[in-house]
């Protein structure tokens, strides 16, 4: 069964204190993984797509990273816009899960200035 | 564009009532998926569609819940009746597929549901 499981559920940092948030997944044949900024009383907000082991990606302070069984929201010199909590996704390759992602419980983070 | 449309941004209902929650997916998007978001859950995917067809609705919680998808621009997800474990955030999201490339989905600003 395809499984997401993000750590720590909880994070509180500095503002400008860098840090990583984690995404462990299983998937039979991984299509894509990917990340979501989900603000309070907003829907989530694509981030990044990964496709293959290695690939990276950044936006602004953030860098995405995937091994083979798990991804790395890398986050540099965080500022308190970027307090918001962070979903992890996977899609697999099966058929049965054409269009179907299988989301992590989230990470919440807290910026302080 | 305007991204994915839903209405109403927030809804509070009686207990047995019905409640239809209604979305626009991107325009040119062939898939719509319909989610559930609660703490204790995280987001479920409930059912989604390809080309207004009905794939997977094995999410779907009960009976009580039906969602259809008329034309290509709308569709609607029904609970009838409703009860209190029904209060949840709803959301729609849409994608297309594109060849050899995972499927991003554009989420809606979502349906906050009470049911007292």
């Known amino acids: 069964e395809d499984q997401v499981t993000q750590s720590p559920e909880a994070l509180r940092l500095q503002e400008g204190e860098s840090s990583s948030l984690n995404c462990s997944y299983t998937?039979?044949?991984?299509?894509?993984l990917f990340w979501y900024r989900q603000d309070p009383g907003k829907g989530p907000e694509f981030l990044f797509t990964?496709?293959?082991a290695g690939e990276e990606k950044e936006k602004e302070r953030l860098k995405a990273t995937l091994t083979k069984k798990e991804s790395f929201l890398h986050i540099t010199a965080p500022k308190p816009e970027d307090s918001a909590t962070y979903l992890c996704?996977?899609?697999?390759?099966?058929?049965?899960?054409?269009?179907?992602?299988?989301f992590g419980q989230g990470t919440t983070l807290q910026v302080k200035p | 564009d305007a991204g994915v449309i839903q209405s109403p941004r927030h809804e509070v209902t009686e207990m047995g009532q019905e409640v239809t929650l209604r979305c626009k997916p991107i325009?040119?998007?062939?898939?719509l998926f319909w989610y559930r978001q609660t703490m204790m859950r995280g987001l479920e995917l409930l059912i989604y569609?390809?080309?207004?067809?009905?794939?997977?609705d094995s999410g779907m919680p009960e009976d009580r819940f039906s969602a259809k998808m008329p034309n290509a621009s709308f569709s609607t997800l029904k609970i009838q009746p409703s009860e209190p474990r029904d209060s949840a955030v709803y959301f729609c999201?849409?994608?297309?597929?594109?060849?050899?490339?995972?499927?991003?989905?554009?989420f809606g600003p979502g349906t906050r549901l009470t049911v007292l």
């Open positions: 999201a849409s994608t297309t597929r594109k060849a050899g490339a995972p499927d991003t989905q554009y």
């Open positions: 998937v039979s044949g991984l299509r894509g």
């Open positions: 990964l496709y293959s």
């Open positions: 996704a996977v899609q697999g390759r099966g058929s049965s899960n054409t269009g179907k992602l299988i």
């Open positions: 325009s040119g998007h062939d898939y």
């Open positions: 569609f390809n080309n207004n067809v009905p794939i997977d």
